[in-house]
């Protein structure tokens, strides 16, 4: 009698977490361009004679094109697809970063950082977008918090990294290294990057993985037009719930990127050095907490069996309420007790960041992720032009930073409450008709 052979089940191979890596490598690189202008902050302030308020506006330039731009990027993506957008803006966002080396005046130096909030505009777009596409919806959590809590850590890094070089090498080196390694992210994008369609590293197994597993299908909306497909989101209870609230953890997370370092120089006469150091202990534990807690245990507890979006929720809100601890510094004149509230606050923040970055994925209609995800981060970015002009105006006029602190738990309040009565069940939209 014949035996039958039975061919072993192809292995599930890990190319999905390489895309993940990439994406993250990303946005760490994304913001090293961001925080050198706050690391660089007093030598451009003597440099240029920039006061208070000055320095306020030219922190929100970059808001300004990065935010304005959002909604147009989030329809062009959905448009032409993650790679051509990515390579596209990945090329554009080093070369604003070089230039930024060589301005010579106030002027200048706020141009070149509207031009690289305009590049930079499809960063987070594209990551949402990607994920959606390469991840099953049990390993969203942690996919998305790949690359959100690489914002975290660049900062952490990024901070005492690009102050070391300040100090050694003056302010226009931090522009010049940072636009460097920019540029190399573009070509590590253009060479490694592909939809899961077109990837040929991709094997089978774990393309039906992936997509048994609820990817979103790649493709444009599938039916209506682009623009009748934003109005038709413009009118979801469930995109305002999650814009608001998005909206609210912003202005929180804005602030303290841009005015942390000041506002530890200012309050406690610390060194550059010192606040350094000091800034980036909160971002270290919250690109931590954004991993484990908003990656790792929202995927673990929806592994388990509970209800994904009772756990999402409950995480999110969760840690938007510890973002009020941001209050606790007004309370201390002691900084190292200042910088364990921020901590905390920062790490609630951190918390709930990614799962408002993977809800565009898990609600949106076919092809509209980028449409969604640009609507909710054009509002969240909105806050990055208002959060550090408005502590500059407060700043100026106060000489401190209470009112600062307590203007931004007033807006996580008001986030808070978006999420718990406006965004609902975390399940797909309706398809437009």
């Not at 709930?352 to 994925?361: D, E, F, L």
Request: glycine share 10%.
């Amino acid at each position: 009698m014949q035996r039958s052979i039975i061919a072993p089940a192809e292995r599930v191979t890990n190319l999905r977490w390489g895309i993940a890596l990439l994406l993250g490598i990303g946005i760490l690189v994304n913001y090293f361009d961001r925080v050198n202008l706050t690391v660089a902050g007093p030598s451009l302030r003597t440099e240029f004679g920039i006061n208070d308020i000055g320095f306020g506006y030219l922190l929100s330039a970059f808001g300004w094109t990065y935010a304005i731009a959002q909604i147009p990027v989030g329809i062009v993506l959905d448009r032409y697809g993650v790679k051509i957008v990515g390579r596209v803006s990945t090329f554009f966002w080093s070369i604003f970063s070089l230039l930024t080396a060589a301005i010579g005046s106030f002027g200048m130096l706020f141009g070149a950082r509207l031009g690289l909030g305009l590049a930079e505009t499809p960063a987070f777009p594209i990551n949402s977008k990607a994920t959606g596409y390469w991840f099953p919806t049990n390993e969203r959590g942690v996919a998305t918090a790949i690359f959100d809590s690489a914002a975290k850590l660049s900062t952490a890094i990024g901070v005492p990294f690009v102050t070391v070089i300040m100090v050694n090498y003056g302010w226009r080196a931090t522009f010049l290294v940072t636009g460097v390694v920019s540029f190399l992210f573009f070509v590590a994008f253009y060479v490694f990057y592909r939809n899961p369609s077109e990837d040929k590293r991709l094997t089978h197994a774990e393309r039906e993985y992936i997509k048994n597993g609820g990817a979103q299908p790649e493709g444009v909306p599938t039916t209506g037009s682009v623009g009748g497909t934003f109005v038709y989101l413009l009118k979801q209870t469930k995109v305002w719930g999650l814009t608001i609230g998005f909206a609210a953890y912003g202005y929180s997370f804005y602030l303290l990127l841009t005015w942390l370092p000041g506002y530890l120089v200012k309050t406690f006469h610390m060194s550059l050095l010192s606040s350094g150091e000091y800034t980036a202990i909160p971002w270290l534990v919250a690109a931590v907490a954004d991993l484990a807690v908003g990656g790792f245990l929202v995927d673990a507890l929806i592994k388990r069996g509970y209800n994904p979006t009772h756990v999402r929720k409950t995480i999110l809100v969760c840690g938007m309420l510890l973002g009020l601890s941001i209050f606790g510094a007004t309370t201390t004149r002691d900084p190292n007790v200042a910088i364990i509230y921020i901590t905390i606050a920062l790490a609630g923040l951190a918390v709930s960041a990614p799962i408002g970055w993977s809800i565009p994925a898990l609600i949106a209609p076919q092809g509209a992720v980028g449409t969604v995800g640009s609507i909710m981060n054009f509002a969240n970015n909105i806050m990055s032009i208002i959060a550090p002009i408005v502590a500059g105006y407060v700043v100026a006029s106060t000489g401190s930073f209470t009112n600062v602190f307590i203007i931004a738990a007033a807006v996580l309040v008001v986030g808070i409450l978006s999420y718990v009565f406006l965004l609902g069940n975390i399940e797909p939209i309706p398809e437009p008709t």
